[in-house]
């Protein structure tokens, strides 16, 4: 199997700094040392009435209310490939940040009422309740809101094999596939950001709904001592689609979890936390349970990058978690791209073009 990634580069800019004491007077860095025999995963509790099949029910149900000249434009087989993705790959399993995978938009006339009360149910239906507001401002600030800038596409027969929805636009690439794609957490290799004030954010990255993920990690930076950032700051980020599985033999940049001391591995697993929280209670159980069939996050290193330090201020905008088959590429600089690709299983080829 084959994944393609696509990307347009963006060149960061500096603004005025956060100072070091606001940074920690933000995010705090006395982290309570815990006794931890290896790095632990979060926990997950179900939301109040989710089902895993809800949003998947909401497909087939979509799909079959399709028409014929509808399903020419947005329904298509399981394996259809397109000259975007080079004509060899799957376009299902394309990701870019920024991209359309068909032409027409959620919120036009080319979809009745109905089916855009299904679509809007099924995306949301994708991510944690209490994310939904955040996600809208994601939207609005991006992309003048919901369902205007958006586009799906259906892929597969929904109810009678392998399908998958697929959701994409500016700083956004979601799916939801009833476990249809083997191995893969969240359906494939998915896609978020947000430029809250603009294209080049400032330092404190304002009003950016994602931000507190990177404080998090970068509270762990604060209790590293000499040798260990020594290991974990790196000059310059890799490429932001760079985020092929290199499985258990792979060479993982930065500091390993596995040598960090109990009460850091803690400030790990709640930056875990942090990064699967927006989604749907059974989504990021699929999601930890693939990262521990790899080993966990003992298996993981974590690695801060020098470049893109937004205000030259020491709070990595840049930074990168990564294990055999999980990667979770965060690039704030000059504004939030995170590049997700998680799987049970390395096995799976990634190839990337610029």
């Given amino acids: 199997m084959e994944l393609r990634f696509d990307c347009s580069d963006n060149n960061p800019s500096s603004f005025a700094p956060v100072t070091r004491r606001q940074f920690v007077q933000t995010v705090g860095v006395g982290a309570a040392a815990v006794s931890l025999p290896a790095a632990s995963l979060p926990t997950v509790a179900l939301a109040k009435g989710e089902t895993k099949t809800k949003p998947e029910s909401l497909v087939k149900t979509l799909h079959a209310s399709l028409t014929p000249e509808q399903k020419k434009q947005v329904a298509f087989a399981w394996d259809h490939v397109d000259p975007r993705t080079g004509g060899k790959s799957p376009l299902r399993l394309h990701v870019s940040n920024n991209w359309h995978i068909t032409k027409q938009k959620v919120a036009s006339s080319f979809f009745t009422k109905d089916q855009q009360e299904m679509i809007e149910a099924i995306f949301f239906g994708l991510y944690d309740t209490d994310w939904h507001d955040r996600i809208r401002k994601q939207l609005r600030d991006d992309a003048g809101g919901y369902g205007r800038q958006q586009n799906i596409a259906i892929f ?176 704030g600089a000059p504004h939030v791209h995170v590049w997700v690709n998680v799987a049970d299983d390395p096995s799976a080829k990634i190839t990337s073009r610029g």
């Fill in 156 to 331: 597969g027969e929904p109810g009678t094999g392998k399908f998958e929805f697929v959701m994409t636009g500016r700083h956004l690439t979601v799916r939801c596939d009833g476990d249809s794609n083997d191995h893969f957490s969240f359906g494939g290799p998915i896609f978020y950001g947000h430029a809250a004030q603009g294209f080049n954010e400032k330092a404190d990255h304002a009003g950016n709904v994602f931000w507190h993920q990177a404080l998090k990690a970068n509270s762990l930076y604060e209790m590293l001592d000499g040798k260990q950032r020594d290991q974990a700051l790196l000059p310059k980020a890799p490429g932001e689609r760079l985020v092929h599985f290199q499985g258990q033999d792979g060479k993982f940049p930065g500091v390993a979890v596995a040598d960090l001391a109990a009460d850091q591995k803690k400030v790990v697993q709640d930056a875990l936390g942090l990064l699967v929280e927006p989604y749907r209670a059974s989504d990021r159980t699929e999601a930890l349970k693939a990262l521990k069939a790899q080993g966990g996050l003992d298996k993981c290193s974590i690695a801060f990058y020098k470049s893109g330090d937004i205000g030259k201020d020491g709070v990595w905008d840049n930074w990168r978690l990564e294990g055999p088959a999980f990667v979770w590429h965060w690039r």
